[in-house]
């Protein structure tokens, strides 16, 4: 997390995440959603298809993060963001 906050991300992680996303991280209206893979650990069929539905369903961009040895980092794109929309807020007034 510290390369995505280094680079202007502002990012949360899922603490021994055995959940679909490890990582989430947001900068200027992009959205990425990590899963965090180390040594020869792969990521299921099912986990993966899990993984894509997440990524939609926040129209954010997907990766797949490895670590190989001596902490190299190899990076994997699921899905790309469609397009930048800003989240609508919806604000009730409260009439007096």
Same mark, same amino acid.
């Given at each position: 997390?510290?390369?995505?906050?280094?680079?202007? &991300?502002?990012?949360?992680?899922?603490?021994?995440?055995?959940?679909?996303?490890?990582?989430? =991280? =947001?900068?200027?209206?992009?959205?990425?959603?990590?899963?965090?893979?180390?040594?020869?650990?792969?990521?299921?069929?099912?986990?993966?298809?899990? /993984?894509?539905? &997440?990524?939609?369903? /926040?129209?954010?961009?997907?990766?797949? &993060?490895?670590?190989?040895?001596?902490?190299?980092?190899?990076?994997?794109?699921?899905?790309?963001?469609?397009?930048?929309?800003?989240? =609508?807020?919806?604000?009730?007034?409260?009439?007096?």
């Amino acid at each position: 997390m510290r390369k995505l906050r280094n680079d202007g &991300w502002v990012c949360s992680r899922s603490a021994m995440s055995h959940g679909p996303v490890d990582v989430f =991280a =947001a900068k200027s209206g992009k959205i990425l959603l990590i899963q965090v893979k180390s040594g020869s650990s792969r990521m299921k069929k099912l986990e993966l298809e899990t /993984f894509k539905i &997440w990524a939609d369903q /926040f129209n954010a961009s997907a990766e797949i &993060w490895y670590y190989k040895k001596r902490g190299k980092l190899q990076r994997h794109s699921v899905r790309k963001q469609l397009m930048e929309q800003p989240l =609508a807020i919806s604000v009730r007034q409260n009439s007096l």
